[in-house]
């Protein structure tokens, strides 16, 4: 097994291969949802080349990175994986909830 793999267990807590192989799948799958959902996005919100990337950038902050949040929900539950990417949510909302207290 190579070394990178038995590293991502640790950290990640895992004990299978397969479970990094389908936690790095969702990684993907979601990613690549996200670079067919944005172009819908900006359709819906009206956007073309000449707007600026002041008004593009905040929007995809606050409407892409949830929806990509989504999608490691979905595909980490299809691949087995939702506690792993449960824990992972709940992490991340506790550290925004201290940002904005």
Same mark, same amino acid.
């Given at each position: 097994?190579?070394?990178?793999?038995?590293?991502? =267990? *640790?950290?990640?807590? $895992?004990?299978?291969?397969?479970?990094?192989?389908?936690?790095? !799948?969702?990684?993907?799958?979601?990613? +690549?949802?996200?670079?067919?959902?944005?172009?819908?996005?900006?359709?819906?919100?009206?956007?073309?080349?000449?707007?600026?990337?002041?008004? =593009? *950038?905040?929007?995809? $902050?606050?409407?892409?990175?949830?929806?990509?949040?989504?999608? !490691?929900?979905?595909?980490?539950?299809? +691949?087995?994986?939702?506690?792993?990417?449960?824990?992972?949510?709940?992490?991340?909302?506790?550290?925004?909830?201290?940002?904005?207290?």
């Amino acid at each position: 097994m190579p070394a990178w793999i038995d590293r991502l =267990k *640790v950290k990640w807590g $895992i004990t299978s291969t397969w479970q990094v192989i389908a936690i790095l !799948l969702t990684f993907s799958l979601a990613g +690549l949802s996200i670079t067919r959902i944005r172009p819908i996005v900006w359709l819906l919100f009206g956007f073309t080349e000449e707007t600026s990337m002041w008004i =593009k *950038v905040p929007t995809y $902050i606050l409407m892409i990175f949830p929806t990509y949040q989504v999608m !490691l929900m979905i595909f980490g539950t299809l +691949l087995g994986q939702f506690k792993f990417f449960w824990a992972k949510e709940k992490a991340m909302l506790k550290f925004f909830g201290r940002l904005f207290k």
